[in-house]
């Protein structure tokens, strides 16, 4: 098990940036591939971005591509994602997740979660 915790969420205005960060304890980081999911208001949770466990491949959901960047320090046991261009729609509690399995490009068997960090983008 590898324990999350996010950071960086809060209150931004339509065509600003935010940088969520999640810092990882527990197990080795760098066996993980890890994710961000959202989940917006009456809205079932989605998945946004992954990456590789070296952090050299990546995953974008189509909705966000250009305006988000998900990296990755291994030495530190932190993944970030920068949010620019962001845009009401982007309201959501945004979510860490951790899984052993390779597949950075799949949702699933994703196993270790954070608690979230809200995101409200105002228009």
């Known amino acids: 098990q590898v324990q999350l915790v996010e950071s960086g969420g809060g209150l931004v205005q339509a065509g600003g940036s935010l940088r969520l960060s999640c810092a990882a304890s527990?197990?080795?980081?760098?066996?993980?591939?890890m994710g961000w999911f959202r989940q917006g208001p009456g809205k079932e949770r989605e998945f946004v971005s992954g990456i590789s466990r070296s952090g050299s491949s990546t995953y974008y959901v189509e909705s966000v591509k250009g305006r988000f960047t998900i990296s990755r320090d291994n030495a530190k046991n932190r993944v970030y994602l920068q949010m620019s261009s962001l845009k009401p729609e982007d309201t959501a509690a945004y979510y860490c997740a951790a899984k052993s399995h390779y597949n950075y490009e799949s949702s699933r068997l994703y196993d270790n979660w954070g608690q979230g960090t809200q995101v409200t983008v105002s228009s």
């Open positions: 527990g197990r080795t980081f760098s066996n993980y591939v």
